[in-house]
Structure formats: structure tokens, C-alpha cells
């Protein structure tokens, strides 16, 4: 049997069609010029990300909320050789300071590429929401293991036992991914409507032309 294709555009639930983003209607212009921050504190535009290649970037809450932990552990699982044949980038962008990059990737095992966006422009500039919104069918990420009391106290320990006492974030932000590339054709894009509205890792691969993998207990490549 054929595999069955994702969908390629913002899936829109019942009730929240103003929440759809056609990729064609997405201007990533608007925030191309936007500096981000690498763990160094160095900085480099938006744009920089995919100018020459296509890239799956994917925006996070913040980096104490446990379902971006859990996303972002299953994305480090993801093989470099795998994006490095098919010439496509994966990158996180947070909205913290750039101090507590070292610490998240340590933290989730992600080793590619990752940024911050600190003043939350590139967020605003595309339209990505603040506050949850959940839906008559709840959303669910294939990603998170924690249930909602034990994630939420895992966050609560870690921003406790943290020696700045923050939120690594405007906990209230959400985040989304798209995929864009090479310059500024969107091929992709979804803003998440709560901190378990992530889109699946296998249907980003997918649209971008890559393997999917098998999340479950590791990161086997899927022949299709």
C-alpha cells in the first residue's frame, strides 16, 4: 500500500480557520532582517538560515517548558549525515537568552543547529500567537511522553534549581515550524495553538524530502 502524504500547509481545527497560514501567504520578508543569537552570543540575521539552502525551522515555547524539551530531544535524535546529503539545515530558535542555550542542549541531547531570538521580533513579525488555545479534539504530540502533572513539575524543579530563577522565556509565547529555502520561498508552515500542538518530526522530513525515522526507541531511518 502507498504510504499516505501529510499535508502540507497549516492544518486548521474546527473553530480556528484564522489560525491556518497558506506558505504563500506567509511573507518571511518581514522578518529576514531580524538578528538572532547563537550560544556565543554572536549574532547573524534570519535570513542567513536559508538563503542558500532549505531549512526546517522549528520555534520552541520556551526551553523549561517540558513538551519543548521532549520535542527537541526527539529532534536531536534526527542523524547529521541525513541533513548534510540532502543539503537541508534543522535548526531550533528559542526566545531566551542566549546563556541558557548550553545548558538545554546539554539537557536534551540536541546537537544541531540552534539560536535565540531574545526580544520574541521574528515571533511577532510572523504572526505566531501568545496564550493557548485548545481545541474540541485535544492536540497531541506524538513527541511528548510526560503527562501535564509530571512535565509541568519537571519544569517547575528545573526552573527552581536554576541559578536564574526564570523561565528561559515568555512562558505564555508559542512556538511553530516552517520550512523555507533555498531564499525565501515557504514551503511550509505551522504555528502551534498550545504547547502540545507540535507538528509530527516524521511529516517535516517528509515535505522536506528526507528519511523518516522511527522515534520510538531510536533513530532508525524508515525506507519508504
Known amino acids: 500500500m502507498a504510504p499516505v502524504l501529510p499535508i502540507t ?3 486548521a ?5 484564522e489560525s491556518r497560514r497558506d506558505p504563500h501567504d506567509l511573507c518571511i ?10 550560544r556565543h552570543g554572536v549574532c547573524k540575521t534570519f535570513n542567513s538560515l536559508f538563503q542558500h539552502d532549505k531549512a526546517i525551522i522549528i520555534f520552541v515555547r520556551n526551553f523549561l517548558c517540558y513538551t519543548c ?3 527537541v530531544e526527539d529532534l536531536g535524535k534526527i542523524p547529521r549525515h541525513m541533513l548534510q546529503e540532502s543539503n537541508v539545515r534543522l535548526v531550533v530558535i528559542g526566545q531566551s537568552s542566549c546563556s541558557h542555550i548550553e545548558g538545554f ?15 520574541r521580533q521574528i515571533y511577532r513579525k510572523l504572526g ?8 474540541e479534539t485535544p492536540s497531541s504530540s506524538p513527541h511528548v511522553k510526560s503527562s501535564l502533572l509530571v512535565g509541568s513539575l519537571k519544569s517547575m524543579w528545573r526552573a527552581m534549581t536554576n541559578p536564574a530563577f526564570d523561565f528561559q522565556g515568555d512562558p505564555l509565547q508559542q512556538g511553530g515550524a516552517l520550512i523555507v529555502g533555498p ?4 514551503h511550509f508552515a505551522h504555528f502551534d495553538m ?7 518530526i516524521n511529516w517535516l522530513l517528509q515535505i522536506a524530502g528526507l528519511q523518516t525515522l522511527d522515534f520510538s526507541d531510536s533513530h532508525k531511518i524508515i525506507h519508504i
Open 9 to 11: 500547509r497549516q492544518i
Open 13 to 17: 481545527r474546527a473553530g480556528h480557520q
Open 29 to 38: 520578508s518581514d522578518a529576514s532582517d531580524c538578528v538572532i543569537f547563537d
Open 69 to 71: 524539551k521532549e520535542y
Open 105 to 119: 542542549c546539554s539537557l536534551t541531547g540536541y546537537h544541531h543547529e540552534i539560536y535565540v531570538d531574545p526580544e
Open 128 to 135: 505566531m500567537r501568545r496564550g493557548e488555545t485548545y481545541m
Open 183 to 186: 531564499g525565501p520561498e515557504v
Open 194 to 200: 498550545n504547547r502540545l500542538d507540535h507538528m509530527p
